[in-house]
Nanobody, 116 residues
Framework: VQLVESGGGLVQPGGSLRLSCAAS????????MSWYRQAPGKERELVAT????????NYADTVKGRFTISRDNARNTVYLQMNSLKPEDTAVYYC??????????WGRGTQVTVSS
């Protein structure tokens, strides 16, 4: 099983980034996918979730209206579009998968830094 995040980097406040998570080794199309983040000295927190068919998404209040989670089951990839970024969005962002058999998988994370 692999979850490989990409797309992180340094961006100025107000800017945008699009994170990608490429999945392999499990049945992506039937799995519930999420993005989490962990800032220095803080606990890992849930950012956004999406169901297997994309019929439902949920967001943390801190990112609602600015971030959008989406997926492409044909490409086994989940995305996180992040707009209007703020310094407090600085964190390592992790991709997470939960399969229909309730197995849980994590990526290694991608760093997002929002700074002028």
């Amino acid at each position: 099983v692999q979850l490989v995040e990409s797309g992180g980097g340094l961006v100025q406040p107000g800017g945008s980034l699009r994170l990608s998570c490429a999945a392999s080794g499990f049945t992506f199309s039937s799995s519930f996918m999420s993005w989490y983040r962990q800032a220095p000295g803080k606990e890992r927190e849930l950012v956004a979730t999406i169901t297997s068919t994309s019929d439902s998404t949920n967001y943390a209040d801190t990112v609602k209206g600015r971030f959008t989670i989406s997926r492409d089951n044909a490409r086994n990839t989940v995305y996180l579009q992040m707009n209007s970024l703020k310094p407090e969005d600085t964190a390592v962002y992790y991709c997470h998968a939960q399969t229909i058999f309730l197995r849980s998988y994590w990526g290694r994370g991608t760093q997002v830094t929002v700074s002028s």
